[in-house]
């Protein structure tokens, strides 16, 4: 299989991204989803699951990402929901 993850990809997944949410809601027994836009061109979130990042100032642990129904790549800016846990990372 070939890797088609860009430099952005491989870069994100060494580091804790940070995003502004463009709102939040509860997906009661899972945690908390915050729509939030993307921040490069990817195939794939890979570099952000099972990964901290900081939303709106808190450091969570992204444990889902909702790609609202759309098949790869996604464009910068396109809106992604992260589902994090609701207890700190």
């Known amino acids: 299989m070939d ?5 952005e990809e491989i870069k994100a997944s ?4 940070t995003f502004t ?3 939040k809601w ?3 027994g899972r945690g908390e989803v915050y729509t939030v836009r993307c921040p490069f ?4 979130f890979e570099w952000l699951l099972n990964k901290p990042a900081i939303i709106d100032g808190k450091e969570l ?4 990402i909702e790609k609202f129904a759309h098949m790869p790549p ?5 809106l992604i929901g992260l589902l994090v846990n609701s207890m700190k990372y």
């Not at 890797?3 to 430099?7: E, G, I, P, T």
């Not at 996604?74 to 396109?78: I, M, V």
């Open 3 to 7: 890797d088609q993850r860009s430099d």
């Open 14 to 17: 060494e580091t804790v991204q």
């Open 21 to 23: 949410s463009l709102g």
């Open 26 to 28: 509860e997906m009661v």
């Open 41 to 44: 061109k990817c195939y794939g």
């Open 61 to 64: 642990k992204v444990i889902g």
């Open 74 to 78: 996604f464009a910068k800016g396109e």
